[in-house]
């Protein structure tokens, strides 16, 4: 299974702004100073191979969509935030003209979760399969209200492929495509809801815009039981620690330290920290992701967790 991120952002996409590559460019030249680089090559490697993440590289901007890549015909992917349009484009390379059957599967209805979808290109497209799979009973009700006057200028009923709602249950069993799927109710504004995915042995949780409380032991036990010994738990590690338990308390967000606790008492083999808040830099998410490894470090039981932060565009194999 490969898992593709297109969209990490939670709230609200951002792009780097004009003093944020200034300021890489001139912290990229501090650890050049006294080198010389004969060619652009070297350079490249330079860059690619010494400098840390968030200065040769960015977390990146779109809001949540994550596809989940099992070498079928057809498509799965979480959430349809404004990472979604890449996500289309991806879709019509790889598809050549043929129509393409693309499982979604909605966390919750809120905004940035489904901001990309009147952007994606399949939707668009005659012939083209969408099943849209959430627990809400307002699912379809809001992918239909954010494409209606007077926020879009196209319908939803003018999209061309053939969409269908399914309604899910929280703690059943699913079986789609071949794969088994299990939602989870989580503690957010408005009801959010996890998916764990298993196929071939492998599993893996999506887990956004959960808030938990370790003292609600009822609720902190389920959350573990749906966690256990998944191979990837994508998680949202909005803030930190202190903001969580503080001044963001009931905001309906996680924090890296948690996400840590949870995996570590679930038997998690690999935690990825999600939903990156809009006000953080880059080296800011780069600190949480530390912190995330040190706290691992100090409180490794028998197995070691693997912990790290998604960005738009990481791949990663299972
Ligand atoms: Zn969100
Ligand atoms: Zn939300």
Same mark, same amino acid.
């Given at each position: 299974?490969?898992?593709?991120?297109?969209?990490?952002?939670?709230?609200?996409?951002?792009?780097?702004?004009?003093?944020?590559?200034?300021?890489?460019?001139?912290?990229?030249?501090?650890?050049?100073?006294?080198?010389?680089?004969?060619?652009?090559?070297?350079?490249? +490697?330079?860059?690619?191979?010494?400098?840390?993440? %968030?200065?040769?590289?960015?977390?990146?901007?779109?809001?949540?969509?994550? +596809?989940?890549?099992?070498?079928?015909?057809?498509?799965?992917?979480?959430?349809?935030?404004?990472?979604?349009?890449?996500?289309?484009?991806?879709?019509?390379?790889? @598809?050549?003209?043929? !129509?393409?059957?693309?499982?979604?599967?909605? %966390?919750?209805?809120?905004? *940035?979760?489904?901001?990309?979808? !009147?952007?994606?290109?399949?939707?668009?497209?005659?012939?083209?399969?969408?099943?849209?799979?959430?627990?809400?009973?307002?699912?379809?009700?809001?992918?239909?209200?954010?494409?209606?006057? !007077?926020?879009?200028?196209?319908?939803?009923? @003018?999209?061309?492929?053939?969409?269908?709602?399914?309604?899910?249950?929280?703690?059943?069993?699913?079986?789609?495509?071949?794969?088994?799927?299990?939602?989870?109710?989580?503690?957010?504004?408005?009801?959010?809801?996890?998916?764990?995915?298993?196929?071939?042995?492998?599993?893996?949780?999506?887990?956004?815009?959960?808030?938990?409380?370790?003292?609600?032991?009822? @609720?902190? +036990?389920?959350?573990?039981?749906?966690?256990?010994?998944?191979?990837?738990?994508?998680?949202?590690?909005?803030?930190?620690?202190?903001?969580?338990?503080?001044?963001?308390?009931?905001?309906?967000?996680?924090?890296?330290?948690?996400?840590?606790?949870?995996?570590?008492?679930?038997?998690?083999?690999?935690?990825?920290?999600?939903?990156?808040?809009?006000?953080?830099? *880059?080296?800011?998410?780069?600190?949480?992701?530390?912190?995330?490894?040190?706290? +691992?470090?100090?409180?490794?039981?028998?197995? !070691?967790?693997?912990?790290?932060?998604?960005?738009?565009?990481?791949?990663?194999?299972?």
């Amino acid at each position: 299974m490969r898992v593709r991120f297109w969209g990490t952002r939670g709230s609200l996409p951002v792009g780097l702004t004009v003093a944020d590559v200034r300021d890489k460019l001139a912290q990229a030249l501090v650890a050049a100073s006294g080198r010389r680089f004969d060619s652009y090559g070297e350079a490249y +490697e330079f860059a690619r191979e010494q400098l840390p993440f %968030s200065v040769s590289q960015t977390f990146g901007g779109h809001t949540s969509c994550v +596809e989940l890549d099992f070498g079928r015909d057809e498509y799965f992917v979480c959430d349809m935030g404004s990472g979604a349009r890449a996500f289309g484009d991806h879709i019509a390379a790889r @598809q050549g003209g043929k !129509p393409a059957t693309i499982h979604i599967f909605m %966390s919750h209805m809120h905004w *940035d979760h489904i901001m990309g979808f !009147p952007f994606f290109g399949p939707a668009y497209r005659r012939g083209t399969q969408i099943r849209i799979y959430g627990c809400h009973q307002v699912l379809e009700q809001a992918f239909r209200l954010q494409m209606s006057p !007077p926020c879009f200028p196209v319908m939803f009923d @003018q999209l061309a492929a053939d969409i269908e709602f399914v309604r899910l249950r929280s703690g059943s069993a699913y079986e789609v495509a071949g794969m088994r799927v299990t939602p989870q109710l989580q503690r957010h504004s408005g009801d959010s809801y996890g998916f764990r995915f298993e196929v071939a042995g492998r599993s893996l949780v999506y887990t956004t815009d959960s808030e938990h409380k370790l003292e609600d032991r009822a @609720q902190t +036990e389920a959350i573990i039981a749906f966690f256990r010994d998944a191979d990837l738990v994508i998680f949202d590690a909005m803030y930190s620690l202190a903001e969580a338990i503080s001044v963001k308390e009931d905001w309906g967000h996680s924090s890296n330290v948690v996400g840590v606790e949870l995996c570590q008492r679930a038997n998690v083999k690999h935690l990825v920290l999600f939903h990156h808040e809009p006000a953080n830099s *880059d080296a800011a998410i780069e600190g949480a992701l530390r912190d995330a490894r040190r706290l +691992e470090e100090l409180t490794r039981g028998s197995a !070691p967790l693997r912990v790290s932060a998604a960005h738009d565009g990481l791949e990663i194999e299972l």
